[in-house]
Nanobody
Framework: QVQLVESGGGLVQAGDSLRVSCAASGRTFSSLPMGWFRQVPGKEREFVAADSRSGGTTVYANSVKGRFTISRDNAKNTMYLQMNSLKPEDTAVYYC???????????????????WGQGTQVTVSS
């Protein structure tokens, strides 16, 4: 089992930066594929960014490429999503997720992930 807890969401203005965190426990953190998804009411959960493992391949959604960066601190068992140049359309609940083992690739489908956090709200005002 893996437990995931997000933090760091909040209300910011367009153009600002924000970093959200995902603290993991229960399994070897560095070897698991992990990712970030987001969801707004009435819409499906959307892929944001993911990696194949700590220090492995990273993939970003086109909508955030060049603005968002995924990273990890293995000593703290924590994954981060650094979000720069935020736009109002980035407003959503952001979820971190983990797969149950190393697969060697990055999967952008939400149904490929086995463990989820509770989410953290990010609101970007115009």
């Amino acid at each position: 089992q893996v437990q995931l807890v997000e933090s760091g969401g909040g209300l910011v203005q367009a153009g600002d930066s924000l970093r959200v965190s995902c603290a993991a426990s229960g399994r070897t953190f560095s070897s698991l594929p992990m990712g970030w998804f987001r969801q707004v009411p009435g819409k499906e959960r959307e892929f944001v960014a993911a990696d194949s493992r700590s220090g492995g391949t990273t993939v970003y959604a086109n909508s955030v490429k060049g603005r968002f960066t995924i990273s990890r601190d293995n000593a703290k068992n924590t994954m981060y999503l650094q979000m720069n140049s935020l736009k109002p359309e980035d407003t959503a609940v952001y979820y971190c997720a983990a797969r149950n083992r190393f697969y060697g690739n990055v999967n952008t489908r939400s149904d490929a992930y086995d463990y989820w956090g509770q989410g953290t709200q990010v609101t970007v005002s115009s």
